[in-house]
């Protein structure tokens, strides 16, 4: 097989079980965090998804520390509020990831994603407050999800 075509039934054969669709308004996305997702994110914007996502996280933990929405000794993050701006990320980087998150799954499903201007354009009435948790919640199942712990040797 040529390199094409392994690339092809490689991705084509994702499982689909692991998508999540979410919504801002009438724009409905499907979307899966994968190492795919990394890669797509490195080729379109020459920086790293995980890190971008790090840095996300520890400003939305920062922020909402600073306005008292979360327990300092707490774990959990804060509950979104849609009204609560002075915790909102950087809105640019979680349209990114959604965007390379959102390619994953259109490559599972055989569909073509433009580059992010045209998909921006395509998606213009996404609202980043809608789709934040979500976004959020996908990408740290799906990157950040813990190793499987070692079994016991058999004796």
């Not at 899966?32 to 998804?49: G, H, M, P, V």
């Not at 600073?66 to 979680?94: F, Q, S």
């Not at 609202?127 to 990408?139: F, G, K, N, R, S």
């Amino acid at each position: 097989l040529g390199a094409g075509r392994q690339n092809a039934s490689l991705w084509g054969g994702m499982r689909r079980e692991n998508m999540r669709e979410i919504r801002s308004g009438a724009v409905i996305l499907r979307i899966r965090a994968s190492s795919l997702a990394i890669f797509f994110y490195k080729q379109e914007f020459k920086t790293d998804i995980l890190k971008d996502i790090s840095e996300i996280l520890q400003d939305w933990m920062s922020n909402a520390k600073l306005t008292g929405l979360i327990k300092t000794d707490g774990l959990e993050g804060p509950d979104l509020d849609a009204n609560l701006i002075d915790v909102i990320p950087d809105g640019y980087k979680v349209l990114q990831i959604t965007w390379a998150m959102n390619k994953v799954q259109n490559v599972a499903e055989k569909l073509s994603t433009p580059n992010f201007a045209d998909w921006m354009a395509e998606n213009q009435d996404i609202a980043v407050l809608e789709i934040l948790e979500d976004v959020l919640e996908e990408a740290m199942q799906g990157f950040f999800r813990a190793a499987p712990k070692e079994r016991a040797p058999k004796e």
